[in-house]
Each structure stands twice: as C-alpha cells, then as structure tokens.
C-alpha cells in the first residue's frame, strides 16, 4: 500500500480554513452542469519536500495556485491525476465507489514520476472529510455525481531535468451531471493506425497528464469528420487498445452457443480502469460466457462483424460508466456495430448493476460510505 520510505501526511494533522459563509457560491442546477467547469467551495492542499518530507493537509477555500514560472510541472509536464466519483444514495447516504484502487494507481504513477508517495488510507479520510465539508454539491438527483480529481505536480523552482524534490498535491470537486440525459445514444470513433496513445516500455499504465495532451489533437480530427472518439490502436496487426480516455470491451458471438466478452490486458499499454476491473468481476461472478483479457485486432473485429457476431463493443470508465459503440471508421470502412440494438444488451446491464452499487440500491463491499 504505502510505498516509499518517506513517512505519510496523516489525515489526523488536518487544518481546514472554511469559505466564510458571504463567499459560499450558488450551486447550478443540474440540467446546466457541463463536465468539469463548475468547481465546489473547498478545495484539499498537501505540500511535499525532500528536506522535511509531507506537510500537514490544509483543506481551504478554492484558490488559484501560485507557482514559480520555473516549476517542473509547466516545464517537463512532472503531473498525474485521477478521477473518481461520490454519489448521493437513494438512502441519502453519500458513497465512494472503490476508492482504494484509485489510490492505489495514484501511488503507482506518483512513483513512475518521481512524485512522493503516500499512505492510501490517509487521503481517503481526508476526501471524506472535504466531500462532507461540500455535502451540499453533491448532486441529489440520481444519475449525477461528485467527480473528485486527486493531483500532483512537481513545484521545485529550477529548470534542471532531474526529479522535483518539491511538490504538491492537490484535490478539487465537481458536481457533473448525467453522461447520458436520454438514453444512450451509441459513439461513433475514428480507428487511425498512425497514430497510437502508448507503447511497450512507455507509461500508458500510468494516470499521468502527459499521456492526455498529445491525444486532444487528434479527439480534434475525429470531431472534424463528425466522429465522436478515437479509438486508439497499436502495432502492424492494428490491436484495439482504449477508446478515448476509457478502457475497450468487445462482446463477441463464437458460435454454437458460446459467448465472449474480450478486453486487452494489462501489458503495459492499458490504463487499468476501476470500471474495467469491475466489469470483469461481475461478469466473472455470473458465469455467462467467457471473459478473456487477451489481444484483439482490427482484423478480427472485421471477421466477427462479416460473420454476423459482433454483438456489443463499449467503452468503460468512470465518467459514464459504459459507452455503447455504434461504428468504427477504419481504413476507408465503416464497420456498424449494434450494441444497444439486441434485447436486454449486456452494455445496459453492466450500466445498471454498477449504478445500483454506486446510488446503494444494492449493498456492496465496492462501497465507502464518507
Ligand atoms: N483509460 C484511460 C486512458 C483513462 O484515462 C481512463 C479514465 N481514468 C480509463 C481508461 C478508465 O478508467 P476508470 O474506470 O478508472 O475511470
């Protein structure tokens, strides 16, 4: 769990400065939420140094931060980040879902960017302390949440290329509304091999801001020619890797009666998801069809949709839990996939198994009441 040798912050040492009451904003209404521009009235603060290790957390009202122009993070992009959510239950109980694999990947990258490390447990006391502190932001309405974006950067103030021994990290809150207003409407993605998002022996495995500002400019090309999402693929034979920023499933027919439900696995290459994670359990738990975390190509995706099984392909991840593909143009086709056209599609019933868990419809261990 905690692995450096620099003692933890502790959750205990906490000092929250409140936004005095005059200065509490107004909270949109959620019809008007667009994701990621409305931000809650606190904000969470930890600074790092080398001399005398992790600072005592501040919780205070949201600021702007001020950095040396110098600062490793605006020079060599030394930063990651993650995503999660709190929900507000139909009991009114406010949940984190697993949020314990969230902190487990941040310290995973804090280490890979010679960021400090940090006891898991302690930053999830205090998520819990600053979601309660903001109770009042996270949505009532079903369907919407409390995104929570944990992040570090490197704060030391000189230009040399070395390891920061100064950082920060920081944690804000938005209220997001419902990916899906009315129903799922099916993506459209652009499949262009000359491009890839990551490689063998890269970070791709690794939530860190890096690997997102050279994919925006190709989000930028698929838009230009009506697509929704890029569909990132790697290597001569074109296997599928995520799409956009989520993990990739395919769901495929293998005749005589036999399903499959197909992931590319965790070589390196792939973010590992909390939502992939958890789709892959529950399908484990009911014993449909087969669930294979193996390599799959473009190749194969054309065969299975000439022959007729190529059920469902989605995309899965934490913003909309599931995202129904529609089509993929790739090479001059476009290959038509009927995701939400069958009875009862498995990309539904992923979508509703996890939201019962996460809004407390049904209890589970994969939730942490704040
Ligand atoms: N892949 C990438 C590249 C991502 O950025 C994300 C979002 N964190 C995911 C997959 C999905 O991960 P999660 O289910 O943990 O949100």
């Given at each position: ?6 003692p933890?912050?502790?959750?205990s040492?906490?000092?929250?400065d ?26 969470l603060k ?7 290790g992790?600072?005592?957390p501040?919780?205070?009202p ?9 600062a490793?993070?605006l020079?060599?992009?030394?930063e ?11 009991d009114?109980e406010?949940?984190?879902?697993r ?6 990947r ?7 960017s010679?960021?400090?490390t ?15 502190i903001d ?34 990290l920081?944690?804000?809150?938005c ?19 000359q491009?890839v998002?990551?490689?063998p022996?890269?970070?791709g ?10 994919t ?17 693929l ?15 499933m ?8 036999e ?10 290459l792939?973010l590992?998801?909390?939502?992939r994670d958890s ?5 484990r738990?009911w ?22 099984k ?12 599931v ?5 993929i143009?790739?090479?001059g ?5 009927p ?17 019962d ?12 009441p704040?």
């Amino acid at each position: 769990r905690f692995m450096s040798s620099v003692p933890s912050f502790k959750a205990s040492d906490l000092h929250i400065d409140f936004c005095p009451p005059e200065q509490l904003k107004s909270k949109p209404a959620v019809k008007d939420l667009v994701f990621g521009r409305n931000f809650t009235d606190h904000m969470l603060k930890i600074y790092y140094n080398d001399q005398s290790g992790w600072g005592k957390p501040r919780i205070t009202p949201l600021q702007d931060l001020r950095l040396h122009p110098a600062a490793k993070v605006l020079h060599y992009a030394v930063e990651l980040f993650e995503g999660m959510k709190a929900f507000r239950g139909v009991d009114d109980e406010i949940r984190l879902f697993r949020p314990g694999k969230n902190m487990e990947r941040m310290n995973r990258t804090a280490a890979r960017s010679s960021l400090p490390t940090f006891d898991s447990e302690e930053l999830i006391k205090l998520l819990k302390k600053i979601i309660s502190i903001d109770q009042e932001w996270v949505p009532h309405t079903e369907s919407s949440s409390l995104y929570i974006r944990p992040t570090m950067i490197g704060t030391e103030p000189t230009l040399g290329v070395q390891r920061p021994t100064e950082a920060l990290l920081f944690v804000i809150l938005c209220p997001v509304g419902p990916y899906f207003a009315s129903g799922f409407k099916p993506v459209s993605l652009l499949a262009d091999p000359q491009y890839v998002r990551a490689w063998p022996g890269g970070v791709g495995m690794m939530k860190m801001g890096s690997n997102y500002g050279p994919t925006l400019e190709i989000q930028k090309q698929a838009e230009a020619r009506s697509l929704h999402q890029v569909l990132w693929l790697f290597g001569p034979e074109h296997r599928i890797t995520e799409v956009g920023a989520m993990n990739i499933m395919v769901f495929l027919d293998k005749g005589n009666g036999e399903r499959e439900l197909v992931t590319p696995p965790l070589d390196g290459l792939i973010l590992p998801g909390v939502t992939r994670d958890s789709i892959l359990s529950l399908a484990r738990q009911w014993k449909e069809f087969t669930v294979s975390e193996r390599d799959i190509t473009m190749a194969e995706i054309v065969q299975a949709k000439s022959e007729g099984k190529l059920l469902e392909m989605f995309g899965a991840g934490t913003a909309a839990v599931v995202t129904p593909v529609g089509e993929i143009h790739y090479e001059g086709q476009v290959i038509k996939i009927p995701t939400m056209e069958h009875e009862n599609p498995l990309t539904q019933r992923f979508f509703d198994a996890i939201k019962d868990i996460q809004y407390g419809r049904v209890k589970s261990e994969w939730t942490v009441p704040i």
